[in-house]
């Protein structure tokens, strides 16, 4: 060692035995739903059972329905769906409450040759082969039975009533046929087919077992066959083989198989086969494949000179329109009276939870799994078998749809781009029934978060402090300016009062404001002279101009409105705006690149004072703002107009405006009732 020949020199040599006691009756069960932390150990096992050559075992275990954490009156709920209120010896839980939870196993890994338990004892290591390794899961089966409780009762009152009222049935004509010799082919497919698989694993009878826990007698005296029975020196052989040797026994090159491919498999179709189906099965079979695809691409498939429209109205059968590609509906992957291969789930579940995953990526380009999975609440490999059809992962940024947004298809079929969108409202409506969301609860990303700055509260304190006195300057400059008028196309402004005392409080109480006080955090207060003068906070400002580029006109009342729902959504405890007072929400209206619009009300109108306090969105860069300021321009000499106006007064001013721009100025800013168009918020009775 003194030569340095050898860096890496032995510290121990360990003899390593196989014991075979145990060789094919070993399982290793995990528990993937717990953490490790949190054993079974001390859990009451009231039953086990395995199927050796499906390699499944369930496992009954008892819950503690003593404990703090356990709810009763959902424990009683869930036992009386299952069981009825009658008393069985079939019941499941038979103290009427949900005393027990059954595990039902998986697979992890269908080889484990390479896998073995391995105990320590007195330096030396014994190993052991495993049979299997089980996960075991939670299993739902009791629902199943709650919901076969419900249909049979359903079942037995239709059943009760028509007999009542139709007597006995009359006798029928049966017809009989004798099925023909059943194909090669044909055979092959109901060998391989999904009923033929769950009968024969229906098949292999259950064995039942005894369990013991591991501090039982019992299981000490299995242990000890996981050492070998034969450790005695004279059983000990020098290894005689080379080191290269060694390592090709420790790791055997992988075979290289000879696989022969079939020349025409019977599950896949050839292009010249697909295309001798019907247009409707050829479209059928190419999405079930694809899960996604451009219209585009989706024409290319099919054979040259096969008409659009045909494939239009074939296509909307059997996908559903996303960003402007096409995505194989759910009822197609997953047809009735079948269940998940991952998990088991139901089909009707795995609809929902993937038309709520289709749903969002009309919304947005990207998920998070872990949002989705919160939302619809199935097995994780159920989730990622959804993302994985239709997405691809990016890193930092979720799931990102599979194809970029074909608008040149949106553009060229307007009308089907239409009743998409309805459908998927419906969709929509439904999902929201069965998750209990709003689509309000999900805002699109598009924009990246910038990363967050640390500093310092002096820093912070002096950045409000300088913040404070440029918004002072501002406002009081906006305000002089507004004051004395402006020249041009720009509409009056008139500058409300503002006392010397205590601000006028606005009536903006909410539940989820403490003691219905706004006063939740620090508002931006600068010192002038010695008095104190409150300026819009930037958040605030925030609020506004994002409420004013929702809705381009807004009366001070809803205004109030919406910043008071605003204020019901912010958790209880932080409140990000200062106290707010009607003055300083105008200011902000004024400073959000709005102005207030002087629409002369009747002089027996019925509009409260915030009502007749009409905002306007007046400058966002964009071509629309001309059209709108017009607009508002017209509404200062009539508190309504006819349409008929607008267009004339726009095609005036602007040469030729479309009937489109002209409805869509008007949709945004007004409402119409009895042939008069009124800003919204002033219409009267």
């Known amino acids: ?178 099925s023909r010799p059943e194909s090669e082919q044909a055979r092959q497919r109901r060998i391989q087919s999904y009923e033929f698989l769950q009968k024969k694993q229906a098949e292999e009878p259950w064995i039942h077992l005894q369990y013991h826990g591991v501090r039982d007698g019992r299981s000490e005296h299995e242990r000890q066959y996981l050492f070998s029975q034969h450790v005695h020196a004279s059983d000990n052989t020098e290894l005689v083989k080379t080191p290269k040797e060694y390592l090709t026994m420790l790791m055997p090159p992988p075979a290289e198989e000879k696989v022969v491919k079939p020349v025409g498999p019977s599950n896949v179709l050839s292009m010249a086969q697909l295309r001798t189906l019907p247009l409707g099965e050829q479209i059928k079979t190419l999405m079930k494949n694809v899960k996604v695809i451009q219209f585009a691409s989706l024409m290319g498939l099919l054979a040259s000179g096969t008409d659009a429209t045909a494939v239009l109205r074939c296509i909307q059968q059997v996908a559903l329109l996303v960003q402007g590609n096409w995505v194989v509906k759910s009822d197609v992957l997953y047809p009735k009276n079948t269940c998940s291969p991952h998990s088991g789930v139901a089909a009707e579940v795995l609809c929902r939870g993937r038309d709520f995953v289709m749903w969002r990526f009309t919304l947005e380009r990207s998920l998070m799994r872990k949002e989705v999975a919160a939302v619809i609440k ?157 300026v819009p906070s930037p958040r605030l400002l925030d609020f506004v101009t994002e409420t004013f580029g929702k809705n381009p006109v807004l009366t001070l009342n809803e205004l109030k409105r919406l910043f008071s729902l605003h204020l019901a959504t912010v958790p209880a405890g932080h409140i990000p705006f200062g106290p707010v007072s009607d003055h300083m929400l105008q200011d902000a209206v004024l400073l959000s690149r709005c102005k207030r619009i002087m629409v002369p009300f009747p002089a027996l109108t019925t509009a409260s004072a915030d009502e007749q306090k009409v905002f306007g969105l007046w400058e966002t860069g964009e071509d629309v703002d001309k059209h709108r300021r017009l607009l508002y321009e017209m509404f200062t000499k009539s508190y309504h107009v006819r349409r008929s106006a607008v267009q004339a007064r726009l095609t005036e001013e602007f040469g030729d405006v479309s009937k489109a721009d002209v409805d869509r100025l008007l949709k945004e800013c007004c409402s119409s009732h009895a042939g008069m168009w009124y800003l919204k918020g002033t219409i009267q009775s």
């Open 378 to 534: 199935l097995p994780p490999e159920d989730v990622k078998d959804f993302l994985e059809q239709v997405a691809v992962p990016r890193v930092n940024r979720g799931w990102e749809f599979l194809l970029p947004a074909d608008t040149n298809f949106v553009k060229k079929h307007a009308d089907v781009a239409q009743r998409q969108h309805m459908l998927w409202q419906g969709i929509q409506s439904k999902l929201e029934k069965v998750f209990h969301f709003s689509k309000d609860d999900f805002v699109p990303k598009n924009s990246p978060q910038p990363a967050p700055v640390h500093v310092s509260g002096e820093q912070r304190l002096k950045s409000a402090k300088d913040r404070a006195q440029e918004k002072q300057a501002s406002l009081q400059k906006d305000l002089d300016a507004k004051r004395a008028g402006s020249s041009g196309s720009d509409i009056p402004i008139k500058q409300e009062p503002q006392s010397d005392g205590e601000p006028e409080p606005m009536d903006t109480s909410s539940s989820g404001i403490p003691n219905g006080s706004l006063n939740g955090y620090a508002g931006m207060e600068c010192v002038n002279g010695g008095t104190l003068s409150n």
């Open 1 to 178: 060692m003194a030569s340095g020949d050898d860096d890496d020199p032995i510290i121990e040599e360990i003899d390593v035995y196989l014991a075979k006691s145990l060789a094919e009756k070993l399982y290793l069960l995990q528990y993937p739903v717990r953490p490790s932390t949190m054993t079974y150990d001390d859990v009451n096992i009231l039953a086990a059972k395995i199927k050796t050559k499906q390699q499944r075992v369930e496992l009954q275990m008892g819950m503690d329905t003593k404990s703090p954490n356990y709810c009763s009156s959902k424990g009683e709920q869930i036992a009386l769906n299952v069981d009825g209120t009658g008393y069985e010896e079939s019941n499941t839980y038979s103290v009427k409450l949900m005393d027990n939870q059954t595990f039902s196993s998986i697979q992890a890994t269908t080889n484990t040759s390479r896998y073995a338990a391995g105990i320590f004892r007195k330096g030396e290591l014994h190993l052991t082969p495993l049979t299997g390794i089980l996960q075991m899961r939670p299993s739902f089966a009791y629902l199943d039975k709650a919901d076969n409780k419900t249909r049979e009762r359903e079942a037995d009152n239709e059943g009760g009533d028509s007999s009542q009222e139709e007597g006995e049935e009359e006798a029928k004509a049966v017809s009989v046929r004798y």
